[in-house]
């Protein structure tokens, strides 16, 4: 079956079988929230980046943000996704479940969430890591190959990811990300992931002047 009719049937079914109660999307309506879940591997240090981006924005942009995180028992090769939910009200259901934004890091990644994703969210890609996307509305970046190039280490992608993802959600500044790094990372790494980070800022700004997002899930 071809990727885009695997992704059809899935949606489809779905639909079907919806895994949302009444609760969830009574919600989701009431509250007016922004969504981001961050997903890859056990050892792309997705964990830490989904509390940095959340402390960011509820100590420097002075909005509620809750964080929750799931990973399998060996952290690293794993399955993990770090959620982020920010609203200017006080948030009272704490799981994502309508995702503005969906950070993939890898493939496998990407096919696990997919789904969860909203109607006119954006997807954004480790571009050599995703081969596959079913979706025109794509931020598609080297971001290992961003941090290579700015770091001499693949290390840090999490870090150009971020600050990808800030340039791109207007969520939280890319200096604000940088003042929680110097509270969360050691001395001795602050540098190189600041120049991670400052990496996938640039990055982003120049992908999105070449190339315009499509809205193709109708």
């Not at 885009?4 to 639909?15: G, N, V």
């Not at 009444?22 to 050892?43: D, T």
């Not at 994703?117 to 598609?140: A, C, F, H, Q, Y």
């Not at 961003?146 to 280490?153: C, D, F, Q, V, W």
Request: net charge positive.
């Amino acid at each position: 079956m071809r990727r885009t009719q695997k992704y059809a049937a899935m949606t489809k079914d779905a639909a079907q079988h919806s895994r949302w109660t009444f609760y969830e999307a009574v919600k989701v309506v009431m509250i007016p929230r922004y969504e981001i879940r961050l997903a890859g591997s056990g050892g792309q240090g997705l964990i830490l980046a989904g509390l940095i981006l959340a402390e960011a924005i509820a100590i420097y942009e002075h909005k509620f943000v809750v964080q929750s995180q799931n990973y399998g028992p060996e952290a690293r090769g794993t399955d993990s996704k770090s959620d982020v939910i920010i609203s200017d009200e006080e948030i009272d259901y704490p799981k994502a479940i309508n995702l503005d934004v969906l950070l993939a890091m890898n493939q496998k990644a990407l096919d696990a969430n997919f789904l969860d994703l909203k109607k006119n969210g954006i997807l954004i890609v480790d571009s050599d890591l995703v081969k596959e996307v079913p979706t025109t509305r794509l931020i598609s970046l080297p971001l290992t190959q961003i941090a290579l190039e700015a770091t001499n280490s693949p290390q840090p992608a999490n870090m150009a990811a971020l600050g990808a993802l800030a340039v791109f959600t207007k969520q939280v500044s890319p200096q604000s990300l940088a003042k929680v790094l110097e509270i969360h990372i050691k001395k001795e790494w602050l540098e190189l992931n600041l120049k991670a980070l400052k990496a996938g800022a640039k990055s982003v700004k120049k992908q999105l002047l070449k190339t315009p997002l499509g809205n193709d899930r109708t």
